[in-house]
């Protein structure tokens, strides 16, 4: 699969922002119970299948907490300093620099796979070849759980996180147009948990699909 245009600049953007983005305790789940929640089942869904890929990870808050819950997880991001914060915060991680679009999965080589908010940058015309190849990588019974920001605009940021310069695009989707690019991969949506805006957040969905059995 060939990279976004902008892999690079986005790459840089999130290196910069990542001293902040953790400063700042984002992406922590303490205060999220129904983020908690949702991540309960899906681990519980895909316990026993295989590996799950966390793929966008972060400082790796998310890994760490389904690794918590007894999942052999293996987490990737763009950006080498989230990286390096995600090995400093959770030792005990399996993570690795990576981008989606970079990502060799044999096919039916994992469990479950989780885009945790961090698809969002993926351009339009990208983000469906990224699903299938996800797709493709779970086994019979296998889950995807896919959280982003809802909307129909793509917005280009210039500054994130109190200020730091960035070059990326946020795109938005609405979460019927999820749904059929997850479908046209074989994907199965059977869970949908929309969060209204909140403060100067859009709204949000969470989607799991599954792959049959």
Do not use: I, K
């Not at 790459?11 to 001293?19: E, G, Q």
């Not at 918590?68 to 990286?83: C, Q, Y």
């Not at 469906?128 to 086994?139: D, E, I, K, N």
């Amino acid at each position: 699969m060939s990279g976004p245009s902008d892999l690079d600049a986005v790459r840089d953007s999130y290196d910069r922002v990542a001293d902040a983005y953790v400063d700042l305790g984002l992406g922590r789940l303490d205060d999220e119970p129904w983020l908690r929640a949702a991540l309960a089942a899906f681990a519980e869904q895909v316990s026993g299948l295989g590996p799950v890929l966390d793929a966008g990870c972060g400082p790796g808050h998310v890994a760490a907490h389904l690794a918590g819950l007894g999942l052999d997880v293996r987490a990737v991001d763009l950006s080498p300093r989230m990286v390096e914060h995600a090995r400093r915060l959770h030792p005990d991680l399996d993570v690795r620099v990576a981008s989606v679009t970079e990502l060799d999965l044999a096919e039916a080589s994992l469990g479950g796979v989780l885009g945790w908010w961090s698809w969002f940058n993926l351009p339009r015309d990208v983000l469906p070849t990224v699903l299938s190849g996800m797709a493709r990588a779970l086994v019979p019974g296998g889950r995807l759980l896919l959280g982003t920001h809802v909307g129909t605009e793509d917005l280009r940021r210039t500054e994130a996180y109190g200020g730091v310069p960035v070059r990326w695009t946020t795109h938005r989707w609405l979460p019927e147009q999820l749904g059929r690019l997850l479908a046209a991969t074989g994907l199965e949506v059977d869970v949908e948990l929309r969060f209204p805006a909140r403060g100067t957040q859009p709204p949000q969905v969470l989607l799991a699909a599954g792959r049959p059995s």
